[in-house]
């Protein structure tokens, strides 16, 4: 991939992961970047395209791929975590999990489909995370959330392969944001999230692992889950 063809738009790109997309974006030369957010007045960044966009309202998606008809290179970002349990927990809050990261990303991918196709394929890249592979405690709503949005991935990407547009999952355990607000473990910065990304996509992986807690999750995979969650227990005390 040259980075200096393509025109990206990151969703979710006022803080965090998001903005060091952005930068790193500009970074790398690219020809434009649209950076979006539900409020537009978050966006600070200069040398980008504002465009409003709040990936849980469909009116919103479809104005933005009408407005960024250029668009080559996708980065759906846009994410919550409201810390919300499965069994006692809000269900409200439980649909806002899947209704962010499960079907808001999914109708930015179908309505922004076409644009990458009409501008010779282009790349999504989906930002999952470690938890699409195990859940810990206080993490029910968003793993799942997240495990759905991991095999929606997978399935988009088999789909749009014939439109040669390269769908790619991003997996990453915990980065100094503030969505991690509270959190006590070790965290990496959000910066290295869009570096390991920008560089798979410039070599054309389909998934990137950032970190070494994420690598360990997908290689317990194939053990006896016992083993990994009596292990996980007893790091947690």
Known sequence: MNFTDQVALVTGANRGIGRQFVEELKERGVKKVYATSRRVESLDIPGVEVLQLDITDHNSVVAAARAATDVTLLINNAGISTGTTLVTGDLSAIHREIDTHFWGTLDVI???????????????????????????????????????????????????????????GVHLGAADTDIMA?????????????????????????????????AMVKASLADDPKVFYDGLLAQLG
Request: hydrophobic residues 50%.
């Open 182 to 214: 509270g959190y006590e473990g070790a965290m990496i910065h959000p910066r290295q999230v869009a570096k390991a990304t920008l560089d798979g996509l410039a070599v054309g992986l389909i998934e990137v692992i950032v970190d070494d807690w994420s």
């Open 110 to 168: 179908r309505e922004f489909a076409p644009v990458l196709a009409a501008n010779g394929g282009g790349s999504i890249s989906n930002v999952l995370s470690a938890l699409s592979w195990f859940q810990a405690p206080g993490n029910g709503a968003y793993g799942v959330a997240k495990a759905a949005e991991w095999n929606m991935t997978n399935a988009v990407r088999m789909e749009l392969a014939e439109q040669h547009t390269l769908v790619q």
